[in-house]
């Protein structure tokens, strides 16, 4: 046994004298400057995955898993959706400033990883119903950058003719676009009802703020989609302030994703597109599996004032702003994980930057060039059946005659 150890070392040492002979084994210093030398990463993965923060639940057994995974085109796909809006957002504050747009408009900057997140995990047959900050939300469901820009400048090629501006944004499957405070809500909860009755066997992304989430009609909805177990997923966009007021100073318990009480709840770092995207899903499969609504609280931030009229300074400090900016950023923080993980260069994210920026100088020429609506089109698109000239209740004690007024009712009038 000894002896059969013995001939094995002495043929291995005789082999690697052997090797080394006739083999060239690099030394130190060749290794050292082979790394001084040594080409930048190339080739990219196709795909990794993330440890995300953990979820803080309410009222669920399992919640969505903190490993992600992103491929190459979807991680880049979400770069630039985010980066389409935030710079349609830059652009329409300055022709706001201009005065090519003019009423109102709330823009979204920060807070795109919500939309673009939710947007990832949305199928076909989902809808979605938001606030007036619904920008990016058209962008991303009508998929036209000049369908936005155009109705934001009041012209023809916008999604209502350029007749509705900011807050008349609509789409396939995209019901606005709400000025009233809330009032998207019931609406959203009515939308998941008409997705039970005829099994469209879709979810109802309905968004809101932090300000609206004390309004009595969203607690009525509450009750009314877990009584039903409609498929509907409250998405709470807390960007911390409403208008001017912080959620500290308006809102006695800002643990939003609880106060649907008998509803589950999830809050959600709405800055890191990914756990967004990964919330999205697990809403849409808590509602397929018949569960009824959910509420995700989406952390999130908004770097302009709340409209046009808003500096956003007088609530909050400048310092505060930056700070988010500087290390919460959800397109920063996409890219430095994609970068880090070589799921992409600098170089896709510059091609990408410059596809972006020629997309918008196109836009905003159209914006600019693109006719205004005429008189002609003045009543039209009011009511489903339109009507031309004849617009309904602008004459006092007018009394106005359908086609289905049956006779008795109009011998009364
Ligand atoms: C019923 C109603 N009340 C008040 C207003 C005025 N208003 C417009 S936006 C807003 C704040 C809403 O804040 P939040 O829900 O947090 O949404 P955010 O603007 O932050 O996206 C208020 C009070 C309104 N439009 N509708
Ligand atoms: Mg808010």
């Known amino acids: 046994m000894l002896l059969a150890r013995g001939t094995l070392v002495h043929t291995l040492g005789c082999l690697w004298k052997q090797l080394r002979k006739t083999a060239h084994f690099p030394t130190v210093t060749e290794i050292k400057k082979i790394e001084e030398f040594e080409v930048p990463f190339q080739g990219h993965n196709d795909e990794v995955s993330f440890e995300i923060k953990p979820f803080i639940k309410h009222k669920l057994e399992t919640d969505p898993c903190t490993t992600v995974k992103l491929n190459r085109e979807d991680g880049l796909k979400m770069y630039k959706q985010m980066n389409i809006i935030r710079k349609l957002e830059l652009a329409a504050a300055q022709l706001y400033q201009d005065k090519k747009i003019r009423g109102f408009c709330h823009l979204y900057t920060g807070q795109e990883g919500v939309a673009v997140g939710i947007k990832s995990a949305m199928r076909e047959q989902d809808t979605v119903i938001s606030s007036y900050r619904a920008h990016g939300w058209h962008y991303l469901m009508s998929d036209s950058a000049v369908s936005l820009m155009s ?182 923080i996409l890219k430095n994980r994609m970068v880090s993980t ?31 609506p005429t008189c002609d089109e003045f009543a039209i698109d009011i009511y489903q059946m339109n009507c031309q000239d004849s617009i309904r209740g602008c004459v006092p004690n007018e009394v106005f005659l359908s086609e289905e007024t049956s006779l008795h009712e109009r011998a009364i009038l």
Not at 216 to 227: D, I, R, T
Not at 307 to 327: C, F, H, I, Q
Not at 365 to 370: N, P, Q, R
Request: with cysteine.
């Open 151 to 332: 109705e934001l400048t009041g012209k023809v090629t916008g999604c209502s003719r350029g007749k509705g501006g900011s807050m008349h944004l609509y789409a396939k499957n995209f019901f606005g676009g709400n000025g009233i405070v809330g009032a998207q809500v019931p609406l959203g909860t009515g939308i998941a009802l008409y997705h039970k009755l005829q099994n469209t066997g879709g979810v109802s992304f309905t968004v809101y703020g932090d300000g609206a989430a004390n309004q009595g009609q969203v607690f009525e909805s509450f009750n009314m989609a877990k009584l039903w177990n409609l498929p509907v997923v409250f998405v709470c966009e807390n960007n911390h302030y409403g208008m001017g007021t912080s959620e500290e100073r308006s809102s006695a318990d800002i643990e939003y994703y609880r106060r649907g009480d008998y509803i589950p709840g999830i809050k959600v770092d709405g800055m890191d597109v990914l756990a967004v995207r990964e919330c999205a899903a697990f809403g849409i499969a808590h509602c397929l599996e018949g569960k009824g609504p959910i509420i995700l609280e989406m952390d999130t931030y908004r770097y302009h004032g709340h409209s046009m009229s808003d500096p956003g300074t007088a609530y909050r400090t400048r310092d505060e702003v930056s700070l988010v900016r500087k290390n919460k950023d959800p397109i920063t």
């Open 342 to 372: 070589n799921l992409s260069s600098d170089e896709d994210f510059k091609t990408i930057d410059n596809e972006v920026k020629v997309l918008l100088e196109d836009v905003i020429t159209k914006a600019k060039g693109d006719p205004e």
